[in-house]
């Protein structure tokens, strides 16, 4: 009796120690995954480890928990958890496997520092040896369990917004290849003993943890760089095309007294018909040019403007009703807004086959500011959870626009909201429009 509550008590210790790991392989997908397959996934991992808790009984009971059993359960059991994942949370192997590898090594620097602990306690790698290890490697999970959740989250997360498939291409061998190359050094029955041995390990994972993390910030510096130069375009855009209205109505203000001189021709020969076609043809040439806006805001004018032309040429009746003047948010910042919310409208009108418009609004109430911009579509939304997924896109994601809109929003205090009512879609931004101290 006394002896298989030591195998149960080693055996719990054991599938313990699964649990952080499970936790942590699960971090950077927390977003992805809905609330039916999160409980899928939590009912999966109380079934593995339950069956788990099992084998190690029966190993216990009639054979002995040693060291190579310890540590081929464990890679077993990580790699069938890591299937499930990549079962449950489809699309995303490659990144499934570089968390699996970034996951292991934390795994390895944990265990490394239990079982050379428990060997400081006399414990040779017998089943209450493995025991100790487990327990002491749980308490390193813990007390890094902040610090290792959000080198995952930096690592991992930004990347599954954006299409980065050359960023995953090599990377995810990196972590994996280090894990394997450390436990193929040595032999399965080994068992850390020595000071050196368990900083060899320590040393293996932490530089493995550091190269991914240099190449992580590298990337999101270099995405930060093309989303900063993909504004600067947009603004030259913008620019251009406000310059252009600019340029054609001085030409139309040149040209006006050219007609009124027209005009008092054909008065003066009391030709009426020959003034009504004049007058016919004029109005012609003006309906096909599109009014600049005028909110108050100079970059805003130019994103209304370019769009408004844009409108125009999908014929999308296009209103705007804003004054802007003095706002507080960076003309970056809201016309990043404002552009990605009008090319998400124009894109989404224009394959409209019913009446297309595009109405956009603003309203300042104390310190915030109300952006709505509202347009027809063809009523399909892939939409689950709140989110509404792109159809660009093959995986379920949020389009890179909503995304980009979203972390503005919450830069500046605010919200943003995304729904439709019949054929209608509805986007709202409301900011802080408030100067800071």
């Known amino acids: 009796m006394e002896n298989t509550i030591i195998i149960a008590i080693v055996s719990l210790l054991c599938i313990l120690a699964h649990v952080p790991t499970l936790i942590l392989r699960i971090v950077p997908f927390h977003e992805k995954i809905s609330d039916k397959d999160r409980i899928r996934l939590t009912v999966i991992y109380a079934i593995g480890l339950a069956v788990d808790f099992g084998i190690c009984m029966w190993v216990g009971n009639y054979r002995k928990i040693d060291v190579p059993f310890y540590k081929i359960n464990l890679i077993a059991f990580c790699i069938v958890m ?39 306690l006399g414990m040779q790698g017998n089943a209450i040896g493995i025991a100790e290890t487990s327990a002491i490697a749980i308490v390193v999970y813990a007390l890094l369990y902040p610090l290792l959740s959000s080198l995952l989250r930096y690592t991992v997360t930004p990347f599954l917004e954006i299409e980065c498939q050359n960023y995953w291409e090599t990377l995810w061998f990196i972590p994996i290849a280090m894990f394997f ?57 913008y620019y251009h095309a406000l310059t252009e209205q600019v340029l054609a109505e001085r030409e139309a203000r040149h040209n006006f007294r050219h007609q009124v001189a027209a005009i008092k021709g054909f008065l003066d020969k009391n030709d009426m018909e020959g003034l009504r076609g004049y007058c016919d043809d004029l109005e012609l040439e003006e309906m096909g040019k599109v009014t600049i806006p005028y909110t108050g805001n100079a970059a805003a004018d130019g994103v209304l403007y370019h769009y408004g032309c844009i409108a125009r040429a999908k014929n999308i009746e296009f209103s705007v009703c804003c004054y802007l003047k003095d706002i507080a948010i960076p003309d970056t910042d809201f016309c990043t807004i404002l552009g990605n919310a009008l090319d998400n409208a124009v894109t989404a009108a224009g394959q409209y086959d019913g009446k297309r418009f595009i109405e956009v609004a603003t309203e300042k109430k104390h310190d915030m500011l109300l952006i709505t911009v509202d347009n027809s579509f063809d009523g399909i939304l892939f939409q689950e959870n709140g989110k509404i997924y792109s159809k660009k896109r093959q995986n379920k994601q949020e389009g890179i626009g909503i995304l980009s809109m979203k972390k503005l929003c919450e830069k500046h205090g605010g919200a943003s909201r995304f729904e439709a009512v019949g054929n209608r879609f509805q986007a709202s931004f409301i900011l802080k429009n408030e100067v800071e101290d």
């Open 181 to 237: 190359s450390s436990i193929f050094s040595e032999g399965v029955d080994v068992y850390t003993t020595t000071f050196p041995q368990m900083l060899s390990k320590c040393l293996i994972g932490v530089a493995t943890l550091l190269i991914c993390f240099a190449v992580s910030y590298d990337q999101q510096h270099f995405l930060n760089e093309k989303e900063l130069n993909r504004q600067i375009d947009q603004q030259k855009g």
């Open 82 to 120: 890591a299937a499930v994942n990549i079962w449950l949370v489809p699309g995303y192997t490659k990144v499934h496997l570089f968390v699996f590898g970034i996951v292991a090594d934390i795994v390895m620097i944990a265990l490394s520092i239990g079982a050379y602990v428990s060997s400081l």
